[in-house]
């Protein structure tokens, strides 16, 4: 049994949504930040990090949701959700991972740092109009990158989508305007899969199980 430790509208959800596209069971440890449970003797015992997401597989705990979304993918690599190790499409895929990470979500959590993570006399508020700047050049590169193609390596939905679109929704719901059509209608083709309704069902189940 697969472990997930997060919590909703976090990094988590790419590991849940992922864990749903590849139809596996897993168990939803909620690390409640309202109680600041990610803080805890016991979770930094167990992720001295004290972030989300973590999983457990096999008795070994990994951190890094994209070295997560790739284990994950390579161990299940006959659902179809990764190209081969030492081909050029996976180095496609590596480097649209590597690019999410590195510039798309890294403005968004740059945001987020100093609106809320950092403590308050960390936090410089002069940097949000350049953090926004970053993010619509990173949108410009993807969108550039995605062409017309339904998915970033083309037909198929991979592993790496799920990384992109999750930043997207976060991107969204941060009030960044996306204004590029073919990345308008990305969001709209993540949102339709049946595999994200499924875990954002299981993160408001979580939710609602803590009022």
């Not at 590991?15 to 139809?23: F, K, P």
């Not at 449970?37 to 457990?56: C, F, I, M, T």
């Not at 991979?158 to 930043?167: E, I, K, P, R, S």
């Amino acid at each position: 049994m697969i472990t997930l430790y997060g919590f909703p509208q976090t990094r988590a959800m790419r590991i849940s949504w992922l864990l749903e596209e590849l139809d596996l069971d897993y168990d939803y440890q909620l690390i409640n930040f309202n109680t600041l449970q990610h803080r805890s003797p016991d979770y930094l015992a167990l992720n001295p990090g004290g972030k989300v997401p973590a999983v457990r597989v096999e008795g070994q705990l990994i951190t890094e949701s994209g070295a997560i979304v790739t284990f994950l993918a390579d161990k299940y690599a006959e659902k179809g959700f990764i190209p081969a190790a030492g081909t050029l499409a996976r180095a496609t895929h590596d480097q649209w991972c590597y690019f999410v990470l590195s510039e798309l979500e890294q403005p968004l959590w740059t945001r987020g740092k100093h609106k809320f993570a950092l403590p308050k006399e960390q936090r410089v508020a002069e940097i949000f109009p350049t953090a926004e700047w970053e993010f619509q050049r990173a949108l410009s590169l993807f969108s550039q990158g995605l062409g017309e193609q339904p998915y970033i390596l083309g037909s198929d939905f991979q592993a790496v989508d799920v990384l992109m679109g999750q930043t997207l929704f976060w991107g969204l719901s941060a009030k960044q305007p996306i204004e590029q059509s073919n990345l308008q209608a990305y969001v709209e083709r993540c949102k339709a899969r049946p595999a994200l309704q499924r875990a954002q069902a299981r993160e408001k189940a979580l939710l609602d199980s803590l009022s």
